[in-house]
């Protein structure tokens, strides 16, 4: 890896960077972002990609959603980067919507009244996931299947969103290729033609 550190971090420090980057969380979405537009896959491929690891972001299988999001893209026949950088949308940020809007809908589809959803409207990030993982038989059959319906409408309008700037992206980048290697081989040709003599 070209900009891999020579000395790693300690573990406290990574792992506080991942919830607040030193550089804010709009740099690493837009590089994240950048990264994304210049894979070398259709548009098409890269947005499937994107869903999939936004759907996975509302599962309850937190530690393998880049996995589960993998796995999706590979089933799907998608891009495989596209998937993991998809799964960012479930952030420290967005988690809290994510876990009460799927808690919420598990509990309406099935019928059950955990007064947990609520609850979890109250609590800091990191003890939802507590709450979550002490109450696991209760909550994360609920939690996947609540998780079905906000997870695919994001999905679907995610895919949507991106497929377009990614095309846009890819048809500019295409057409600055094409100038840029007419002009090297106008200047290749130029400087292989004989000079005329005085």
Request: hydrophobic share 50%; glycine share 8%.
């Amino acid at each position: 890896m070209v900009f891999k550190r020579r000395d790693k971090q300690p573990w406290g420090i990574r792992f506080k960077e991942f919830f607040a980057p030193r550089k804010g969380w709009k740099r690493g979405i837009e590089y994240l972002s950048l990264r994304m537009q210049r894979l070398p896959d259709s548009a098409n491929s890269i947005a499937i990609g994107f869903a999939c690891g936004v759907y996975t972001s509302f599962t309850p299988f937190f530690g393998f959603h880049f996995v589960v999001a993998a796995t999706l893209a590979w089933l799907f026949r998608s891009n495989l980067y596209a998937s993991a950088v998809g799964t960012f949308f479930g952030n420290p940020i967005t988690f809290g919507f994510i876990m009460w809007s799927s808690l919420s809908f598990g509990e309406w589809i099935m019928g059950i009244d955990t007064a947990l959803a609520d609850h979890m409207k109250t609590l800091g990030f990191l003890d939802k996931v507590i709450l979550l993982l002490q109450n696991i038989p209760t909550l994360v059959v609920p939690y996947f299947v609540g998780g079905l319906i906000p997870g695919i409408t994001c999905a679907v309008i995610c895919y949507f969103l991106i497929k377009p700037v990614v095309r846009a992206y890819q048809q500019r980048r295409r057409k600055r290729l094409m100038a840029l290697a007419r002009k090297r081989l106008a200047e290749q040709l130029n400087a292989s033609k004989p000079a005329k003599r005085a």
